[in-house]
């Protein structure tokens, strides 16, 4: 099985089921449209996410290819965005400081139309920093103060630019009820894949290897 397919199975199963327990909580208290699940997808976009998948293909153009698919997967009308980092400055921070404040809202979050998502998708290019912190606190915002609300990382390395990002995002974690955040490393070392697994515990979420499928199949069948 492939990087590509792992990822796409990956994320295509974390946000499952994330409507499904949105779909749990309606049945059980009288529908508002502000009561829809929000969902942001924050992609790492950096440098190192140009490097070759065993599969064959790079890091980036498997996570855009899943992004389209998970697109086309979701029911027209969910509330999704997508947010990325390292797209914008190509030099690092001790050449350019603002390379730790490179994150863009490429799709606010709003009822999902899948058009606008693949050109969303394909409106970056991978070669920056990776600052998961700041880009965090930019997502907190992007998600709103109210609702069930929902974060999910995607990322192949660590933090480059926050000394330990654990710390920030407790402080983001405890900003307010139904906020939760998720991460998915995409073959990553053991050293990025500590830090991912300390973002998603922290913000009461969940942690998966894009290449640990048979795992999580597993427990989606559950």
């Not at 930019?138 to 990002?165: F, H, M, N």
């Amino acid at each position: 099985m492939t990087s590509k397919t792992v990822l796409r199975r990956v994320l295509l199963g974390l946000v499952s089921l994330l409507l499904a327990s949105g779909g749990l909580l309606a049945a059980t208290v009288p529908a508002q449209a502000d009561e829809a699940p929000k969902v942001l997808l924050l992609l790492d976009v950096s440098g190192s996410m140009n490097a070759e998948l065993n599969g064959g293909g790079t890091k980036f153009a498997a996570a855009k290819k899943a992004l389209k698919q998970v697109a086309a997967s979701l029911p027209a009308g969910t509330q999704v965005g997508l947010r990325v980092y390292g797209s914008e400055v190509e030099e690092d921070q001790d050449e350019n400081p603002a390379a730790c404040k490179d994150t863009k809202l490429v799709l606010p979050i709003g009822p999902l139309d899948q058009q606008k998502m693949n050109a969303a998708v394909d409106s970056f290019k991978a070669q920056g920093e990776t600052p998961i912190a700041y880009s965090m606190g930019q997502a907190v915002d992007d998600l709103g103060v109210s609702g069930k609300r929902v974060l999910i990382l995607v990322s192949d390395g660590q933090e480059t630019c926050a000394k330990d990002p654990c710390p920030i995002v407790k402080k983001l974690a405890g900003s307010g009820v139904d906020l939760q955040f998720n991460a998915i490393g995409l073959a990553v070392d053991s050293k990025a894949r500590s830090q991912l697994q300390c973002i998603a515990k922290a913000g009461g979420g969940a942690y998966y290897d894009a290449n640990d499928t048979d795992s999580l199949s597993q427990a989606l069948g559950r």
